[in-house]
C-alpha cells in the first residue's frame, strides 16, 4: 500500500491568503485525524472523521480553520484567511476502526507550512 | 481530558548503551499506549504498543513496559545505534476511544 499521502508537502503563502490541505487515507481505512505540530505545542489534533463523519473537532483553533471529507478516499483541510501563527507541519493520519489488531494509527509525510 | 507526561525531553546516549524514556497518563480509563518514532522531516511511525491487560511487550531491541497501579509506562531501547536517533512520543487512548493524547517527545541522540 502506498501509505497516507499528503499534499502539497512544503506550501509558502502570505498572510491573508486561502491555504488548502490534502490527505488520502489508506485504502479501507475508515477514520481519519488532522494533526498540527509546533515546537511550542508538540503535536495537537485538531479534528478526527470515523465514516466521513467529523466526531471531534475540539482541536481547531479558531473559525479559519474548516475541514471535510467528502468521501472515503479524501479529505482537505483549509485555513482562510492565514496567518504566520498558522505555520507548522500538518500531518493527516488513519485508522480502521474495529477487529484485532486495528489500534495503529498510521502518519502521512506531512506539509510544511509557512505562512509570511 | 487526558493529559500525558513524557521525560525526558532530550536524551544522549553512547552507542550501545540502553535508553529509557517514560511517560505517565492522568486518565484511569485509558488502555491503550503507542509509541512513535518520528525522523527528520517525516511523520510518526508506531514501532511498538501495548494494551492494558499485559505488563511488557518486547520486540527484538525495544520494549515497553507498563504499570496501571501508578499510571506511568516506559520505552526501552537496548544496544542502542546511531539509526535509533530520533524523536519518540509517547501516547494514550481511551478504551473504546479513537483520539490519541501525546506527550511532548523525547529527542535521542545516539553518539558513535
Known amino acids: 500500500d502506498a501509505g497516507v499521502i499528503q499534499s502539497p508537502r512544503h506550501e509558502v503563502t502570505e498572510m491573508g491568503q486561502e491555504v488548502t490541505l490534502r490527505c488520502k487515507p489508506i485504502?479501507?481505512?475508515?477514520?481519519l485525524f488532522w494533526y498540527r505540530q509546533t515546537m511550542m505545542r508538540g503535536l495537537e489534533l485538531l479534528i478526527y472523521?470515523?465514516?466521513?463523519?467529523?466526531?471531534?473537532d475540539s482541536g481547531m483553533p479558531e473559525d479559519r480553520f474548516s475541514a471535510k471529507m467528502p468521501n472515503a478516499s479524501f479529505s482537505t483541510l483549509k485555513i482562510q484567511p492565514s496567518e504566520p501563527r498558522d505555520s507548522a507541519v500538518y500531518f493527516c493520519?488513519?485508522?480502521?476502526?474495529?477487529?484485532?489488531?486495528?489500534?495503529?494509527?498510521?502518519f502521512g509525510p506531512g506539509t510544511r507550512l509557512t505562512v509570511l | 481530558g487526558e493529559n500525558v507526561e513524557q521525560h525526558p525531553s532530550t536524551l544522549s546516549v553512547q552507542e550501545g548503551d540502553s535508553a529509557v524514556i517514560k511517560c505517565t497518563y492522568s486518565?484511569?480509563?485509558?488502555?491503550?499506549f503507542p509509541w512513535y518514532k518520528q525522523e527528520l522531516g517525516k511523520g510518526p511511525q508506531l514501532i511498538i504498543d501495548?494494551?492494558?491487560?499485559?505488563g511488557e511487550k518486547k520486540d527484538q531491541r525495544i520494549a515497553v513496559t507498563l504499570n496501571k497501579t501508578a499510571k506511568h509506562f516506559s520505552l526501552h531501547i537496548t544496544e542502542t545505534q546511531p539509526e535509533d536517533s530520533a524523536v519518540y512520543f509517547c501516547?494514550?487512548?481511551?478504551?473504546?476511544?479513537?483520539?490519541?493524547?501525546f506527550g511532548g517527545g523525547t529527542r535521542v541522540l545516539v553518539k558513535p
Open positions: 493520519a488513519s485508522r480502521r476502526l474495529g477487529g484485532f489488531g486495528t489500534d495503529t494509527q498510521y
Open positions: 485504502s479501507g481505512h475508515n477514520s
Open positions: 472523521f470515523n465514516n466521513n463523519v467529523p466526531i471531534d
Open positions: 486518565d484511569s480509563a485509558s488502555n491503550y
Open positions: 501495548i494494551r492494558s491487560n499485559v
Open positions: 501516547a494514550a487512548r481511551k478504551a473504546a476511544g479513537n483520539k490519541l493524547t
